[in-house]
T-cell receptor
Framework: QQPVQSPQAVILREGEDAVINCSSSKALYSVHWYRQKHGEAPVFLMILLKGGEQKGHEKISASFNEKKQQSSLYLTASQLSYSGTYFC??????????????FGKGTHLIIQP | DTGVSQDPRHKITKRGQNVTFRCDPI?????LYWYRQTLGQGPEFLTYFQNEAQLEKSRLLSDRFSAERPKGSFSTLEIQRTEQGDSAMYLCASSLLTGFNEKLFFGSGTQLSVL
């Protein structure tokens, strides 16, 4: 089942912060975050595993609440290079372990100077 | 590490024709995924392989679609009797699954246009 992302789009001024949310209706083992720029392939940002961990990557961090089946991506002091579409991908459970990665519809982030 | 490569980059075909795409994953990667992406949408899962075994196929996927990974290395995706609704970017991704920790590397995709 496809995770739901919100908001669908965000327009920010350079230096502002943003939060992108991802929620699922199924039990999750992990949440992945990817960024895709126009005309390019998605690029991996980070994985969050069950256990409610939080990760950071420069000024981009994320949290994963396993009980709520939700993850949030935090972008602080946004830079022009952060523009793009952000996708969360979720992995649930199958008989033998983690199943395939299913992506949300994406959140379009536009950073203006 | 030469990355994931896909061939061709673009394919234009007439409705009803068959098309085949190829994906060469990163050499040591054991998992290979096929996704389809249309404008403004996220990658839609089609199928994936672990080594040469096809582990899962999307229930929404028409039986006109078939994928193979004969020796656990490269993979092909074939679409038979193409329809205009098949027009999309077809993305391949590979990963090295260690435990449950998986990072996907995407290829640049094959853009299919069905006329």
């Amino acid at each position: 089942q496809q995770p739901v992302q919100s908001p669908q789009a965000v327009i920010l001024r350079e230096g502002e912060d943003a939060v992108i949310n991802c929620s699922s209706s199924k039990a999750l083992y992990s949440v992945h975050w990817y960024r895709q720029k126009h005309g390019e392939a998605p690029v991996f940002l980070m994985i969050l595993l069950k256990g409610g961990e939080q990760k950071g990557h420069e000024k981009i961090s994320a949290s994963f609440n396993e009980k709520k089946q939700q993850s949030s991506l935090y972008l602080t002091a946004s830079q022009l290079s952060y523009s793009g579409t952000y996708f969360c991908g979720t992995e649930g459970y199958s008989g033998g372990g983690a199943d395939g990665l299913t992506f949300g519809k994406g959140t379009h982030l536009i950073i203006q100077p | 590490d030469t990355g994931v490569s896909q061939d061709p980059r673009h394919k234009i075909t007439k409705r009803g024709q068959n098309v085949t795409f190829r994906c060469d994953p990163i050499s040591e990667h054991n998992r290979l995924y096929w996704y389809r992406q249309t404008l403004g949408q996220g990658p839609e899962f089609l199928t994936y392989f672990q080594n040469e075994a096809q582990l899962e196929k999307s229930r929404l996927l028409s039986d006109r679609f078939s994928a193979e990974r004969p020796k656990g290395s490269f993979s092909t995706l074939e679409i038979q009797r193409t329809e205009q609704g098949d027009s999309a970017m077809y993305l391949c991704a590979s990963s090295l699954l260690t435990g449950f920790n998986e990072k996907l590397f995407f290829g640049s995709g094959t853009q299919l246009s069905v006329l």
